[in-house]
């Protein structure tokens, strides 16, 4: 339980017992007094009220519950769409405060998509002008909530090609096979359709992130890829599923337990290790209980690296308890961050890239400016500065904008706009993936500064030496 809902829970039981007290004692006290005093206590309860509605607000939005639904589900007729869109609009219009710093007009915005949302004859069209609108906000966080089909496959962009990373379908197609084309579009040229339709803050992970619809989509159910692999060329048809997205997630916690049986059976036969790779996929409760429970096995090894390439951020309180476990010192966030009595005390390694968003970013932001981890990879995912809160039209469309003033870190840097750079940045290689690279870069660090601390180990002993040899 947080500390607003522990004090909203403490003023609510002093306020209950005082009323009970008055009523009880409303004879001995007078009816006057008595009066005085309930008014007293309504008065305090309107002023706290008062107070404290922005901070009810805010919770509200965080935790709204969001129905579960695909585009072509929504029941909204086409006559309702131009009132649903300027409704989006009015709420965008109040809420969204980046808009001024980023340089875009939402008046101007409303009436071009007006136009558009005027011409939707159906839910699809409709979805596809919202989310063009969507876009031009440049912002991660303010975006459509509707479900996606997926299929079990990635893709990734190497060098201005486009390669498929991971096929867990029984479909021809593996690791490493370049797509020519996506619906009977050139990759490039698809990329640069695509991207309008992307949230994102700036173009380059604009263009990085069109990767992902690939095997994803909001309205299609298929895709026709032309892919090649060395001389041949071939062409397949993937269906993307309804519940693509929970294989998906039962596929990466099925390796999280993996990680988690792995590193616990080395704990338990008690070999003596000096390095472990963790992987932390988000901050839900469950996975930052996994995390811990990971961490706490090899916290007294002298090397850590943590792997965020793939962790799409989550709940600030939890990355808070996780950056407490790294810190080398404390650091000034929100609210002070303190090393925790188990903090790591070896030399700690941070995996990025642009698929490390939101609170991840933030973790990263924290790592690097308490200069507790060396951070290897790409640049991050450019937004961690704003509160992700959702909405609900009367129509009953749903999305979430990205919440409150522009922000910085303690030394000052953006975090909005402008991604985490990493103190080694990987050189795009079109012969392997950018983890498998990422992770190769890693190690190579790593086995550098090994190196250098067993020839400082050296130089100290030889130094003691010599200083005997004097002494004698």
């Known amino acids: 339980m947080d500390t607003f809902v522990l004090s909203q829970l403490v003023s609510l039981i002093i306020i209950t017992g005082a009323s009970i007290y008055l009523y009880i004692q409303r004879k001995a006290l ?42 072509t589900e929504q029941e909204i007729e086409p006559e309702a769409y131009l009132k649903d869109f300027h409704e989006i609009c009015d709420i965008v219009e109040s809420k969204y405060a980046l808009a001024a710093q980023k340089g875009i007009s939402l008046k101007a915005l409303r009436e071009k998509y007006s136009a558009m949302v005027n011409q939707a004859k159906n839910n699809c069209e409709y979805f596809i002008a919202l989310q063009r609108y969507f876009a031009e906000l440049k912002n991660a966080h303010t975006s459509l909530i509707y479900n996606s089909y997926y299929a079990l496959a990635k893709a990734e962009w190497r060098c201005d090609s486009l390669y498929v990373t991971g096929n867990l379908t029984k479909l021809p ?15 490039l040229s698809w990329r640069d359709s695509m991207k309008n339709y992307v949230i994102a803050s700036i173009e380059k992970a604009r263009n990085i992130h069109t990767a992902n619809y690939v095997f994803s989509s909001h309205i299609d159910t298929v895709r026709t890829l032309r892919l090649s692999r060395n001389d041949s060329v071939f062409q397949v048809k993937v269906s993307l599923s309804r519940d693509g997205k929970q294989q998906i997630l039962n596929h990466n916690k099925s390796i999280r337990k993996a990680e988690k049986k792995e590193i616990q059976e080395t704990a338990e036969k008690k070999k ?13 409760e469950e996975e930052t209980e996994e995390f811990i429970f990971k961490y706490k096995k090899v916290k007294d090894y002298p090397y850590l690296i943590l792997d965020l390439r793939n962790n799409p951020g989550g709940l600030v309180r939890n990355m808070s308890k996780i950056a407490a476990l790294l810190i080398k010192r404390p650091y000034q966030d929100e609210e002070m961050i303190e090393p925790s009595e ?9 995996m990025i890239g642009p698929y490390t968003f939101s609170a991840a970013e933030h973790l990263a932001s924290i790592l690097k400016e308490s200069e507790s981890a ?23 469309t749903y999305f979430s904008i990205g919440y409150g003033a522009p922000q910085k870190t303690f ?6 706009g402008k991604g985490i750079e990493p103190h080694f940045r990987i050189t795009e290689n079109a012969d392997i993936t950018n983890g498998i690279n990422i992770l190769k870069t890693t190690f190579g660090q790593l086995m550098n500064d090994v190196i250098e601390s067993k020839k400082d180990m050296i130089e100290s002993k030889k130094d003691s030496l010599k200083g005997n040899e004097r002494l004698e």
């Open 30 to 71: 007078g009816r006057k007094i008595v009066c005085a005093l309930y008014l007293l206590i309504l008065g305090g309860i309107v002023c706290v009220g008062i107070k404290n509605y922005p901070k009810y607000w805010i919770r509200y939005h965080l935790t709204m519950d969001i129905k579960e639904q695909f585009v």
């Open 173 to 187: 197609f593996k690791s490493g096979d370049r797509i020519i084309s996506i619906d009977g579009t050139d990759a």
């Open 272 to 284: 003596k290790e000096y390095l472990a790779v963790l992987t932390l996929s988000g901050f839900t």
């Open 342 to 350: 188990e903090s790591f005390k070896g030399k700690l390694y941070v």
């Open 374 to 396: 060396i951070l290897v990879g790409e640049e991050t995912g450019d937004d961690f500065g704003t509160t992700p809160l959702k909405f609900r039209t009367s129509q009953g």
């Open 411 to 416: 030394k000052g840097e953006p975090r909005e």
